[in-house]
C-alpha cells in the first residue's frame, strides 16, 4: 500500500475517532454541526483537542499547499497543451491560464457556491468518462488482433516434442 493511502488512513481513522469518542462518551455536538456544514467537521473537531490553534494553521497550511500544487500543476499542462506541447511553455501563457482558472472558480463559488463548482467540475468530466470509455473499447479490440508472441508459440512446439517421445527410461 503506498504511503499516501497510509497516512491519508490513519488521519481519517484518528480524527474520525476523535470526533465519534467525542459525539458519544462527552456529549460534545461534532456531528451536528457536520450535518448542517461538512467544510467545518476538522476544525470543530479541533475544538474539543489541545492546541486547537496550532492545529488549524497547519491544517489550512496543508490545504493551501495542495490547492496551490494543484492548480500549478493544472496551469502548466493547460499551458504546454497550448504551446505546442512544449516541456517549457512560456510564462505569459501559464499566466493566462492560471487567471483563467481562478475567474471560473471564483465566479462559480460566488454564484453560486461550493455546490455550483462541484456541479460544473463534475458536468466538464462527463465528455472526459465517454472518450476514456472509446479508449477501452478500442483497447480491447487492439488486444484481440495481436498476434500470440513467438515465446509462447516455441514453448507449445516443445511441449508437443516431448508428447510425442514419451517419458525417458
Same mark, same amino acid.
Given at each position: 500500500?503506498?504511503?499516501?493511502?497510509?497516512?491519508?488512513?490513519? &488521519? +481519517?481513522?484518528?480524527?474520525?475517532?476523535?470526533?465519534?469518542?467525542? *459525539?458519544?462518551?462527552?456529549?460534545?455536538?461534532?456531528? =451536528?454541526?457536520?450535518?448542517? *456544514?461538512?467544510?467545518?467537521?476538522?476544525? =470543530?473537531? +479541533?475544538?474539543?483537542?489541545?492546541?486547537?490553534?496550532?492545529?488549524?494553521?497547519?491544517?489550512?497550511?496543508?490545504?493551501?499547499?495542495?490547492?496551490?500544487?494543484?492548480?500549478?500543476?493544472?496551469?502548466?499542462?493547460?499551458?504546454?497543451?497550448?504551446?505546442?506541447?512544449?516541456?517549457?511553455?512560456?510564462?505569459?501563457?501559464?499566466?493566462?491560464?492560471?487567471?483563467?482558472?481562478? $475567474?471560473?472558480?471564483?465566479?462559480?463559488?460566488?454564484?453560486?457556491?461550493?455546490?455550483?463548482?462541484?456541479?460544473?467540475?463534475?458536468?466538464?468530466?462527463?465528455?472526459?468518462?465517454?472518450?476514456?470509455?472509446?479508449?477501452? +473499447?478500442?483497447?480491447? &479490440?487492439?488486444?484481440?488482433?495481436?498476434?500470440?508472441? #513467438?515465446? &509462447?508459440?516455441?514453448?507449445?512446439?516443445?511441449?508437443?516434442?516431448? #508428447?510425442?517421445?514419451?517419458? $525417458?527410461?
Amino acid at each position: 500500500m503506498p504511503l499516501y493511502e497510509t497516512i491519508s488512513k490513519i &488521519k +481519517y481513522g484518528t480524527f474520525g475517532g476523535t470526533a465519534l469518542n467525542s *459525539d458519544l462518551m462527552d456529549g460534545t455536538n461534532i456531528a =451536528e454541526v457536520v450535518n448542517n *456544514d461538512i467544510t467545518l467537521a476538522l476544525f =470543530e473537531t +479541533y475544538n474539543y483537542l489541545p492546541m486547537t490553534d496550532i492545529l488549524s494553521i497547519l491544517s489550512i497550511a496543508l490545504i493551501a499547499t495542495f490547492l496551490i500544487t494543484s492548480a500549478d500543476s493544472a496551469t502548466y499542462i493547460l499551458a504546454s497543451m497550448t504551446a505546442d506541447r512544449t516541456l517549457f511553455p512560456p510564462l505569459l501563457t501559464k499566466i493566462v491560464w492560471g487567471f483563467l482558472m481562478s $475567474a471560473i472558480s471564483a465566479v462559480l463559488l460566488i454564484a453560486g457556491g461550493l455546490d455550483a463548482l462541484q456541479t460544473a467540475s463534475l458536468v466538464s468530466s462527463l465528455p472526459f468518462a465517454v472518450i476514456l470509455f472509446i479508449f477501452m +473499447y478500442a483497447f480491447l &479490440k487492439m488486444i484481440r488482433h495481436e498476434p500470440i508472441p #513467438q515465446r &509462447k508459440v516455441r514453448r507449445q512446439k516443445s511441449n508437443n516434442n516431448i #508428447q510425442r517421445r514419451g517419458p $525417458a527410461l
